[in-house]
């Protein structure tokens, strides 16, 4: 244990170095339970970390992050099905940030394998990489991991709950407890006799937990159903309280203005114009920031705007094209990563064919619909925050650091997400609502940043290059090699979240471009690594969101050199290497009508990329309508090993395509002058009703594991539509958004 | 100076800049929470309002430019007795993050006041100023054929 704390704490290798230390560290520590969280008072049965039981019903505690992805309900259901309680019926609440809630399957993400052909061991140290989860204090929602994490840990927190209350009503009627079966929240006795779990809450709380086996699949009525999300009735009557909802007594509202320049502060500040302003209340210098306490958030901004500041001049390049040519200078050293290397892509065969292409992709926002906003309470000697977020333990740490006050004093109120992508993961929005709230001790304070401030200081996708060298023969793949160079998320992203530096290769950096599911002789992945400049950090499948976009095009790209179908090419591919990726491609092939053939003024494209556990394949259709490309329709089909709520699985899958086509179609991020351009939604659109297209999707369960949902369907997005517009205009896109060399619908 | 606001049937009394938006006023000073801020530039009609029937962006309307009755989300109807369209709207599971969807719902409602039965490409043109970054669209437009035919047969 100390020595894996040590190291731990120290630098977090991502590599697989660390994965060899980590077995050798034995695993004494990781089986001992995190402290409940949840507060044993007069009444209440706290069975476990999950489920606790009053006299007005039972509550389920749901510790990940509501952020459009259902996973309040799932997480529900899951617990539902053992404990025998409706989901309709019970309250589910979010939950304090603890120890007790980590996210083990997050971590294991960071292994090195490729995923798809996990063996035993691999699995193991999926389990202690997990299990580090819990020393790290991470309680977070991403990687599309919440229901990986959640299948087995919370139908056992069910169970569990399930036989302690059986046992207490067992005592109660002096049967033994397997006399006993469970209904709709009820104990049923062999007489009939009902026993809601409420009568039985005062006896259960003095019962230690009764561990139960799970019940087969069989037996499931949730699991696999699909079952009417908990938070629809409050998010369609305006009742759902997101972070920019929260209503204190004698709250006061914030506006903020950071430095443009990311990094640096500011050399000159005059606040004279602000005074007389209606409504303020203080204005407040936070070095590299500037704010203002008013009566309500609009008297905030007007005042925060009027603010005269000089800035420090950005400490890196500053343009986009000065950042990009950074970026390709990172080529020039020696490879952070070889994750793939099979064959030789140096020794080509006789009369193969080589192609080679350079991609370029742009920094993306974020842009959830909801802005960045915290709201805080400093009293001195603790502090309350409320926010929407993804971590919450992250938050609580950086702020009680922030405010030098223990962790245990940071209490962390997790509202409702309007959009999360990533962008929630970062604590810079609560953090500057802490700063706020300790100069004005004793006021609670909301501090919600401008759409301006939101999309000029977001933790940006990195800016990406590509350089792809591939070759065909007879029809054939023979040889990709790939070298990816960008900024690296998780040195930069996690080494935030953690707290710790992070050293080692760099997994997802290459993900979505080592790992596919493609039987190629000759293949090599390497990943550079770009230095620090813009900040980035985690945005909707990650590394896969730049990298299923280069992997995806050179294979359409070779497929149309070889003068092949690029379904069946792909197809090929992917059957010689993984069975489930040929299927999702076969699936898509069926939906869309696939014949290789479209006629005039009609363009489809194919793709497919696996990640998060999960294969997808795209088939997207465009049209040409008086010299405008609308996109028609699409057909999405991926296989997630076990669909947990199909309506809600499809909406994430729909969903990823449409967070991904938007990007491809109008996302960038540009620089000048050090700063970033683009200030609001005119120059920084997403795809709307008229602009979106038909979209069918199918879930397969072919897969013995079980992939994720909220991320694998955003990396074939961007491939499927540029390779369509190929098919329609015989033009290749090589970079992105599409809107620069198309004449999109807009 | 202060101001009467008439906001679901009940009157506000409001004393601030005649120039403070409708959209903070409704938020910050009354409470009214239901109603969006996404962009502050009418560009993702979240914070969608009706003023005396016509949906408008809250966010662009001034407080000495309220010109009539004003209708928020928390009008339409409420968990208890929730209104066809957002009977509608849980019939088809619409909500994800559920941020833009009280702006969606005050659009599509008067829409359907407008329009008590409208195509693919009438719902589409109503509603293409309001952006939802989960990608509801398509149980958007399903939603609102279900409450067209539920506002007929009531």
């Known amino acids: 244990m100390a020595s894996l704390k040590k190291i731990a704490r120290r630098s977090f290798l991502i590599g697989s170095a660390a994965i060899v230390g980590g077995v050798a560290f034995g695993t004494y520590k990781y089986h001992q339970p995190a402290p409940n969280p949840l507060a044993q008072e007069d009444g209440r049965a706290v069975l476990n970390p999950f489920v606790f039981v009053d006299q007005s019903g039972v509550t389920l505690i749901a510790p990940r992050a509501e952020m459009g992805q259902g996973v309040k309900s799932a997480w529900a259901s899951l617990i539902a099905e053992e404990l025998d309680v409706d989901p309709a019926k019970v309250t589910v609440l979010h939950g304090p940030a603890a120890k007790a809630y980590y996210n083990s399957a997050m971590m294991s993400e960071a292994l090195p394998g490729r995923g798809y052909d996990g063996s035993a061991l691999q699995h193991s140290l999926g389990e202690i990489v997990g299990h580090m989860a ?81 019940r087969p699949a069989s037996e499931w009525r949730l699991i696999g159903k699909d079952v009417p999300r908990i938070d629809m009735v409050a998010k369609v009557t305006g009742t759902a309280e997101f972070g920019v909802d929260v209503r204190l007594p004698g709250m006061k509202f914030a506006a903020i203005r950071q430095s443009p320049h990311f990094g640096v502060g500011k050399t000159a500040f005059d606040a004279s114009a602000t005074e007389g302003m209606a409504g303020v209340d203080k204005i407040l210098d936070l070095g590299d920031a500037v704010a203002v306490v008013a009566s309500n958030t609009w008297l905030a901004q007007q005042a925060v705007d009027a603010i005269d500041v000089t800035w420090e001049a950005a400490p890196y390049p500053e343009t986009t094209e000065a950042i990009f040519k950074e970026i390709a200078r990172s080529f020039d050293a020696t490879p952070n990563s070889t994750m793939r290397d099979d064959g030789d892509v140096d020794a080509l065969p006789d009369g193969a064919t080589v192609i080679e292409a350079e991609y370029r992709l742009p920094y993306l926002a974020h842009a959830t619909m909801e802005p960045m906003n915290a709201t ?36 962390v109120n997790t509202t409702y997400l309007g959009g999360g992508f990533g962008r929630r993961i970062e604590t810079d929005y609560t953090d500057r609502a802490v700063q706020i709230a300790m100069q004005m001790q004793g006021t609670p304070v909301q501090l919600t940043w401008s759409r301006e401030e939101d999309m000029s200081h977001d933790v940006y996708r990195p800016g990406a290059i590509a350089r792809y060298r591939a070759a065909i023969k007879d029809g054939k793949a023979v040889m990709v090699h790939g070298k990816i160079a960008a900024q690296s998320t998780t040195v930069e992203g996690a080494g935030r979240m953690l ?45 896969a969101s730049f ?146 297209p038909t979209v069918q999707v199918e879930l397969l369960e072919n897969q013995p594991r079980m992939g994720g949902a909220g991320e694998p369907g955003t990396p074939p997005a961007a491939p499927a539509l540029a390779n369509a517009l190929f098919d329609l205009t015989g033009k290749r896109a090589r970079q992105l958004p599409l809107m620069h060399e198309f004449d999109l619908l807009i | 100076m202060s101001t009467t606001l008439r906001i679901n049937g009940t009157p506000h009394e409001v004393d601030l800049p005649d120039d403070v938006p409708l959209l903070w006023i409704l938020r910050d000073e009354i409470g009214l929470t239901g109603t969006k801020f996404g962009c502050g530039v009418a560009a993702c009609g979240a914070c969608t309002v009706h003023i005396d029937g016509e949906a408008v962006r809250s966010c662009q309307v001034a407080l000495s430019d309220v010109w009539g009755d004003v209708t928020t989300i928390e009008g339409v109807g409420t968990p208890d007795m929730m209104a066809a369209v957002q009977k509608a709207w849980v019939a088809n599971q619409v909500a994800q993050c559920g941020y833009c969807q009280s702006g969606q719902i005050m659009q599509a409602a008067s829409l359907l006041a407008e329009n008590p039965s409208p195509s693919d490409a009438e719902i589409d043109e109503a509603m293409q100023g309001n952006l939802c970054r989960c990608g509801t669209y398509p149980r958007i437009r399903a939603a609102i054929h279900d409450a067209a035919s539920m506002m007929k047969e009531a």
């Open chain 1, 376 to 411: 805080a309470l400093y009293s001195g000697d603790a502090l309350q925050i409320w926010a929407p977020n993804q971590g919450p333990t992250v938050v609580q740490k950086k702020a009680a650091a922030l405010a030098g006050l223990d962790v245990d004093a940071v209490e």
């Open chain 1, 134 to 214: 819990k020393f790290l204090d991470l309680q977070v929602t991403g990687g599309s991991s919440s229901m990986r994490d959640g299948f087995e840990r919370m139908r056992h927190a069910g169970a569990s709950a399930r036989e302690t209350l059986k046992q207490a009503a067992a005592d109660q009627l002096g049967v033994s407890r397997d006399q006993l079966t469970t209904e709709d929240g009820h104990v049923v006795a062999p007489d009939g006799t009902r026993l809601p779990y409420s009568a039985l809450a005062n006896a259960a709380a003095s019962l230690a937990p009764i561990e139960a086996d799970l």
């Open chain 1, 547 to 692: 990298n299923g976009f280069f992997s995806d095009c050179i294979i359409d790209e070779m497929a149309h050199a070889a003068g092949r179908d690029p379904l069946d090419f792909r197809l090929e591919l992917a059957r010689a290497e993984w069975e489930p990726a040929a299927k999702v491609l076969e699936t898509v092939r069926d939906m869309s009508g696939w014949t290789g053939k479209t006629p005039d003024g009609i363009g489809r494209g194919v793709a497919m990329a696996y990640s998060f556990g999960t294969p997808v394949a795209q088939v997207i259709e465009v049209a040409d309508e008086d010299g405008q490309i609308r996109m028609t329709n699409a057909w999405i089909a991926a296989d997630l090993g076990r669909v947990i709520d199909p309506k809600n699985t499809r909406a994430q899958m729909f969903g990823g395509m449409a967070y991904g086509l938007s990007a491809a179609c109008f996302g960038e991020i540009t620089i000048d002058g050090g700063a970033v351009e683009q200030e609001n939604f005119p120059d920084y659109d997403a795809l709307r009703m008229h602009t979106m």
């Open chain 1, 499 to 543: 707290g710790l530096p992070m050293s080692g290769p760099d997994k997802g950096h290459v993900d979505a471009a080592f790992n596919q599911p493609l039987a190629i002789p000759n293949f090599r992945v390497e990943g550079y690594l770009a230095k620090p400049m813009l900040p980035v950090g985690f945005w909707r499948s990650v590394g």
